[in-house]
Every structure is written in structure tokens, then in C-alpha cells.
């Protein structure tokens, strides 16, 4: 019974999103919505949510943890598969701008970065909903 409830406010925040927002700005925000209740049906708690460094230089669309392990996830969303999957989207500016997200969070929580795990998980509006959850995507660099 919570899960359709919990889809009809998902669905009604979004509307009233796109008409204050523009449309892919609108449909990311849903899909952090759908991921966060996706990674939370799988046991993970979420710890933060669109986090940003004080510079401004990084963002963190999730983080999670599942027991000792901290979890950074990189949500994508489409409105379709037109363009591909969405998973093909994360560059190497992107993963940048996560790593520096990453390190500031890290530094916060008093975790070291190397014991982070970096995941993706991806978010089309087809019908039914399609979510895929990739781990371990990517490995953090010192040197960022």
C-alpha cells in the first residue's frame, strides 16, 4: 500500500516542479526520487541527499550507507531511451565534479576516501519505470 502512495506524491511533487522548473531539471529530480526509494527498498539508508561542497565545485546526487560502507550514487534520468542509455552520460568532468563532492563529504564525516564506494544508478520514465543499479563504477583518485 506505501509504495503506490509514496509513487502518487512522487508524482504529484513533479508536477508541480515542471511548472516551476525546466523539464530536465523536473525529470532529474524525480529520478533522485525514484533511486532514493529504490537504494531505501534495498536496505540502504540514505545519509544525504544533493550535497555540495561550500566552493560550489562538487555535487553529490545520494549518499548512502549500507553498514560500515559509504555509498556515493550518481543518479541519471531520462524521459526515454531515445539518446541511448543513460548510464553513457557520466564523463570524466562529471566523475571530477563527484570525486570533489566526494573528498569534501569525506573530510566531513571523518571517512577516508578510499573506503567509499562510488555507484550509479540510472532511472528511464518508460512504462513500467525502468531503475538499474550499477556498483563500484568508478575508484577515487587522490589527486583530484
Known amino acids: 500500500m506505501f509504495k503506490w502512495l509514496y509513487r502518487?506524491?512522487?508524482?504529484?511533487?513533479h508536477r508541480a516542479r515542471r511548472k516551476r522548473w525546466?523539464?530536465?531539471?523536473?525529470?532529474?529530480?524525480r529520478g533522485e526520487d525514484v533511486a532514493h526509494r529504490y537504494l531505501q527498498s534495498k536496505g540502504l539508508t540514505i545519509v544525504a541527499r544533493n550535497y555540495r561542497t561550500?566552493?560550489?565545485s562538487g555535487e553529490l546526487d545520494l549518499v548512502a550507507r549500507s553498514g560500515d560502507a559509504l555509498i556515493v550514487v550518481e543518479v541519471k534520468s531520462r524521459s526515454n531511451?531515445?539518446?541511448g542509455p543513460p548510464e553513457r552520460?557520466?564523463?570524466?568532468?562529471?566523475?571530477?565534479r563527484i570525486m570533489r563532492?566526494?573528498?569534501d563529504y569525506a573530510r566531513r564525516a571523518g571517512v577516508e576516501l578510499i573506503n567509499m564506494r562510488f555507484d550509479v544508478v540510472t532511472v528511464v520514465?518508460?512504462?513500467p519505470v525502468e531503475v538499474r543499479h550499477f556498483?563500484?563504477?568508478f575508484h577515487p583518485i587522490e589527486d583530484y
Open 8 to 13: 502518487l506524491s512522487d508524482l504529484a511533487r
Open 22 to 29: 525546466n523539464p530536465e531539471r523536473a525529470t532529474g529530480r
Open 54 to 56: 561550500p566552493s560550489g
Open 81 to 83: 531511451k531515445d539518446f
Open 89 to 96: 552520460n557520466l564523463d570524466l568532468d562529471q566523475q571530477h
Open 101 to 103: 563532492g566526494a573528498q
Open 125 to 127: 520514465f518508460s512504462t
Open 135 to 137: 556498483t563500484d563504477v
